[in-house]
């Protein structure tokens, strides 16, 4: 459930006024509602329960300091996967303790920065990695707290591109490299194991695959105490899906509940889950003007104001996103249009085939954009990226203001 409404014909975020914000900010124009990030975040955080556990919101997602700082706000952890994601948490006031850093190619000098830091755990994904590690924790005269990302081999019958636990994948360790991995982990003097990870892919619309991945870390757990290597927490990754169009992915609270089921007797062992897309992707709308309308040979164009360069989902995954009218009953006769943006690609489209009753100058809000929408933001055709704006209930605060051609140029330089 979100809190982007229609009242009388106007849409909404939360109590304030969509073509009010378009008008006073400009368009495209990122959207946010604290009260659905919220709403998200504890759905998941509630469910779980008494069980030991902390939320670790995928900053990629959404990266705004808004975002981050209203998350951090409710005792919310992070997952991480560059420096840059740490040092944002930080300045959004969030806590480096409930950090838990993700990802196949950490430099030394984030791992640096990170044990600096004091995050939680390293979610390490090679052996080589591991040796990184303990090399950088011994030039500070530290231990690093690790934990072993595994690829479970589990099908998460997503789209090829954001599937990551088939062996085929980049990421994670192979289940049967997994306990001698450990063993090397345990033997490096300045790391310190504790913990075990997966991340099975994003988008994922049944729990099933969810719980096949759970089930199998929980045996290798099992193995790995028989053996004297003792998990503290075990993290389940990311990946629940969120409607976009018909998709019916479980809610939060039953992933997070049968999550926390499957923990059952093991109270020692804390449970952290990184959603990102379900708590932010919903919370966030794209505001765009309707700035001609083309009749082409075989189509009728409605070009936009955004982009490929501001909303990179449609042209990089063939993603669909819901495109609705700001304002209602326009007058205009419906007609179907390829909603498309100025950037000079085919591939440059918003939305395909889409039955919309709008005119020039016209506002249109693409739905579910709050998630890997501005974070995807580029650029490209030297265009300024967005403003943002987070709405909580009848205020609205500029959490980032739009970029001006300046920008576009900062850092570099003209040879003389
Ligand atoms: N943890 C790890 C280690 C991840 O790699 C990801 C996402 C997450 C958590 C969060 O997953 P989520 O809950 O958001 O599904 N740009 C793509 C999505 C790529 C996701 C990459 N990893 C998109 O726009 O659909």
Redesign the pocket.
């Known amino acids: 459930m979100d809190f982007f409404a229609y009242k009388e014909g106007q849409l909404f975020a939360e109590d304030v006024s969509v073509t009010s914000l378009a008008q006073q900010h400009g368009t495209p124009l990122y959207v946010y509602s604290r009260a659905t990030l919220e709403r998200h975040w504890h759905a998941f955080n509630d469910a779980i329960g008494e069980h030991p556990h902390l939320i670790c919101y ?1 900053v ?2 959404n990266s705004n300091l808004g975002v981050l700082s209203a998350l951090a706000k409710l005792g919310s952890g992070f ?1 991480i ?1 560059s420096g840059g994601e740490l040092a944002r948490v930080i300045e959004a006031g969030g806590d480096a303790s409930k950090v838990v850093f ?2 196949v190619g950490k430099k030394s000098d984030e791992i640096r920065y990170a044990l600096q830091q004091g995050i939680m755990c390293f ?1 390490v994904e090679s052996e080589p990695e591991l040796h990184r590690i303990n090399a950088v924790a011994e030039s500070l005269g530290t231990q690093a707290p690790i934990s072993l ?1 595994i690829n479970p081999d589990v099908d998460a019958k997503t ?1 090829p ?2 599937s ?1 636990g088939l062996k085929a994948n980049k ?1 994670g360790i192979a289940r049967e490299r997994a306990i001698q991995t450990y063993e090397l982990a345990a033997s490096l003097s300045h790391l310190k194991v504790v913990g075990m ?1 997966c ?1 099975i ?4 619309t049944e729990i099933g695959p969810f719980v096949d991945a759970l089930e199998r870390l929980l045996l290798l757990i099992d193995e790995l105490a028989e053996r004297g290597i003792v998990i503290e927490h075990l993290d389940v ?5 969120v409607t976009y169009d018909d998709e019916e992915p479980p809610h939060p609270k039953a992933y997070a509940a049968a999550m926390a089921e499957k923990m059952d007797g093991r109270s020692n062992l804390k449970l952290i889950l ?8 919903n919370a966030g709308i794209m505001v765009t003007e309707v700035e001609f309308i083309k009749q082409g040979e075989e189509k009728s164009f409605a070009i936009v104001d955004a982009a490929m360069n501001d909303l ?2 449609p042209a ?2 063939s ?1 669909w996103q819901n495109i609705i009218p700001v304002i209602q009953g326009s007058g205009a006769t419906p007609h179907t249009y390829d909603v498309v943006g100025p950037v000079c690609e085919t591939g440059d489209f918003i939305g395909k085939d889409r039955e919309l009753a709008i005119c020039a100058g016209d506002f249109l809000a693409v739905r579910s954009a709050g ?2 929408g501005f974070t ?1 933001a580029s650029n490209y055709n030297s265009r300024c990226r967005p403003a943002e704006i987070m709405v909580d209930g009848d205020e609205a605060i500029v959490v980032r203001e739009r970029e001006i051609q300046k920008d576009l140029w900062k850092g570099e330089h003209k040879l003389t």
């Open positions: 995928a990629k997602a997952d996967v993700s990802g979610n990302r789209h591109y954001i990551t990421f990870d991340h892919g994003s988008q994922l990754g990311g990946g629940l899906g990184e959603p990102g897309r379900a708590i932010a992707a990179l989902r990089l995954y993603a998630a890997y995807m």
